[in-house]
């Protein structure tokens, strides 16, 4: 499991500014270092690789990738709020860490950045005609950089903001934390049952700041608890939205520092899927609903939707049986029945009086109660008559009941 430290480092490295950053950053040292490998260079070199040669390309360099990185922007802003409004606004925040789309636009920029910097220097006449072969050197090697961008780019914009490239995402990004619940159902932590009260005795741990709790550091809990020889039972798992001074938890026994415990915890404006295994249901399941609405009228995606989400679950299954490898924290077990309240229930009340819809949520059912995982078999058969009860009471014309009660039948 990630360390806070380590979590911070790969969000930033998820930044758009920091991949383009980065970009710019090497292209200023490339443009620095070029001089010292001047004692390297030939003299038959430096008339054919000479600053003649060199310049006009460096200008061409320059005009071009300010305009087409200005393009690229426009590009990425358009198909991200495109997906922003046809999928969900929590899509955008995922196509924003877009590696493709990153590291394309950091290849812009830092193309444009040597270009311009190198005839800077150039024209003030730092640069000697060996450097100037060095120059010739890197601008081959940005061209090549710029090539292979420009076709993976290509092939990313065909695909760019679409409803299939946000599904997609949105699974890709959810699955590692659904994956990590069957491996680590805790988090590591002492598992407790549901309706667990804390002892007389135990402490309440404040929340520092409100938001939602994003990811909880158990390693260094399970150090400071250790160290103070107390046992945190924690009530706002990954996901819970909090108030400034709400409870994260309850300590019991030793003298922990409520600080430092309370530092142990990511809170932040939004939900995340770090440790969240929720939230990638619940953002699949926006999809799904904006789908159904009459704005767009698109049943044929909130099925899509329906199939993603059965895959995802079906694929789930407990990997081996839990193990505390954090002694002095607590903590409930997610009970599968909000993975699929979160994945279906808004859906099968939106689509009730959809007979495809409802199809669809019934094979999925069908499927779910077959899952090696029992819990979440027992939890399929009660969201199996929820839909049924919700269809019933949706659907008004006589042909469609009918073919419901058959439906029903054929998936007993």
Not at 68 to 82: E, I, K
Request: glycine share 6%; proline share 5%; charged share 15%.
């Amino acid at each position: 499991m990630l360390s806070r430290p380590i979590l911070m480092l790969k969000r930033l490295s998820q930044k758009l500014g920091v991949r383009v950053l980065a970009g710019s950053v090497l292209a200023l040292i490339a443009v620095a270092v070029a001089p010292l490998f001047d004692t390297l260079i030939p003299d038959s070199w430096k008339d054919r690789f000479g600053a003649e040669a060199l310049l006009p390309i460096l200008n061409i360099l320059a005009t071009s990738m300010l305009t087409v990185t200005t393009f690229s922007l426009s590009v990425m802003v358009n198909a991200f709020r495109g997906a922003a409004s046809q999928a969900t606004p929590r899509a955008y925040r995922l196509h924003l860490s877009d590696s493709t789309t990153q590291t394309t636009l950091a290849t812009f920029t830092g193309a444009f950045l040597f270009s311009l910097t190198a005839l800077v220097l150039f024209r003030a006449e730092f640069f000697s005609e060996a450097t100037s072969v060095v120059i010739f050197g890197l601008t081959v090697l940005w061209i090549a950089a710029i090539i292979l961008a420009i076709l993976r780019w290509i092939d990313h914009l065909s695909r760019l903001g679409s409803m299939d490239n946000t599904l997609e995402r949105v699974q890709a990004s959810a699955m590692p934390p659904l994956r990590n619940l069957m491996e680590r159902p805790v988090l590591g932590a002492t598992a407790v049952p549901a309706g667990t009260t804390p002892p007389d005795h135990a402490r309440a741990l404040p929340a520092p700041a409100g938001g939602h709790v994003q990811y909880i550091d158990m390693s260094r809990l399970e150090e400071c608890l250790d160290k103070a020889q107390a046992v945190l039972l924690i009530t706002a798992t990954p996901g819970t939205h909090l108030i400034e001074g709400a409870t994260l938890g309850w300590v019991s026994g030793g003298n922990a520092d409520p600080e430092q415990l309370a530092g142990c915890f990511t809170i932040g404006a939004q939900r995340t899927m770090e440790q969240d295994a929720r939230y990638g249901l619940t953002v699949m399941n926006e999809i799904g609903l904006r789908a159904l609405s009459p704005g767009i009228n698109d049943p044929g995606t909130a099925i899509e939707v329906v199939r993603r989400l059965t895959r995802m679950l079906a694929s789930l299954s407990p990997t081996r049986t839990a193990v505390a490898e954090f002694p002095h924290v607590q903590m409930v077990t997610l009970d599968p029945s909000d993975l699929l309240q979160d994945g279906f229930d808004s859906l099968i009340r939106a689509g009730a009086s959809q007979p495809e819809l409802v199809a669809s949520v019934l094979e999925a059912m069908v499927v779910l109660r077959g899952s090696g995982w029992p819990a979440l078999a027992e939890a399929a058969a009660r969201t199996r008559e929820y839909m049924l009860a919700h269809a019933d009471a949706a659907l008004t014309v006589e042909a469609d009941r009918h073919w419901l009660q058959r439906k029903a039948a054929d998936s007993a």
